[in-house]
């Protein structure tokens, strides 16, 4: 089992930036690919950005292309997201998942179904 938490978000104002954290414990070396998504009120859970571990094959949603950047550091278990030029329409709360018991296309990264493990949460909030 591996368990995940967020941290980092909190509110800043359009333009500025925030780098969320995930923490992995557990037996986190058995995920083979990590995932941010995001929800925000009223809407559907979206994937934003993935990393492939191994391969370093990373993906990011159209909407977040060239602000966010998503990176893992092996040695501390951490995934990161690091959001820059942050936009009012990106407030939402951010998920850090993982997959590892089931194995998906990297096609499908930005579907919630194919991830296994999921943190609990971190808000963002961004305001105009």
């Known amino acids: 089992q591996v368990q995940l938490v967020e941290s980092g978000g909190g509110s800043v104002q359009a333009g500025g930036s925030l780098r969320l954290s995930c923490a992995a414990s557990?037996?986190?070396?058995?995920?083979?690919?990590m995932g941010w998504f995001r929800q925000a009120p009223g809407k559907e859970r979206e994937g934003v950005a993935a990393?492939?571990?191994?391969?370093?094959?990373?993906y990011y949603a159209d909407s977040v292309k060239g602000r966010f950047t998503i990176s893992q550091d092996n040695a501390k278990n951490t995934l990161y997201l690091q959001m820059n030029s942050l936009k009012p329409e990106d407030t939402a709360t951010y998920y850090c998942?993982?997959?590892?018991?089931?194995?998906?296309?990297?096609?499908?990264?930005?579907?919630?179904?194919?991830?296994?493990?999921w943190g609990q949460g971190t808000q963002v909030t961004v305001s105009s």
């Open positions: 998942a993982g997959r590892g018991t089931r194995f998906w296309p990297a096609s499908m990264w930005a579907d919630e179904k194919t991830y296994d493990y």
């Open positions: 557990g037996h986190s070396t058995s995920a083979y690919a």
């Open positions: 990393i492939f571990l191994g391969v370093f094959t990373t």
